[in-house]
């Protein structure tokens, strides 16, 4: 997790450098508010709660990373529509969950 984190610093820095902005989601927490499975819990209950949030073109066979991915993109999705909250400070430390309905 250590150089996941690492990772992830490293590229918001890239991307602030060209000019680009960048949000920190958490997939589980997303999920949660959601109310989808989180991976851990239910690999197919995770696919089929975001095919039920109208995402389209998910495989059976994804793996729970890239299940997590799709739900980071559907919170920037939810995030730029509005209808997101942020957690934090944008200039420090800021996590993005969706709004809850």
Request: net charge positive; charged share 30%; proline share 4%.
């Amino acid at each position: 997790m250590r150089m996941l984190t690492k990772r992830g610093i490293a590229l918001k820095r890239k991307f602030k450098r060209l000019g680009l902005n960048s949000i920190e989601i958490f997939p589980g927490g997303s999920q949660d508010v959601l109310g989808i499975p989180r991976k851990q819990h239910s690999m197919t209950g995770l696919r089929k709660g975001l095919e039920n949030l109208g995402i389209k073109g998910l495989r059976k066979d994804m793996n729970g990373d890239e299940l997590d991915a799709v739900t980071g993109a559907y919170t920037a999705y939810l995030y730029l529509k509005g209808k997101a909250d942020i957690l934090g400070t944008p200039e420090k430390s800021a996590i993005i969950l969706p709004k809850k309905v």
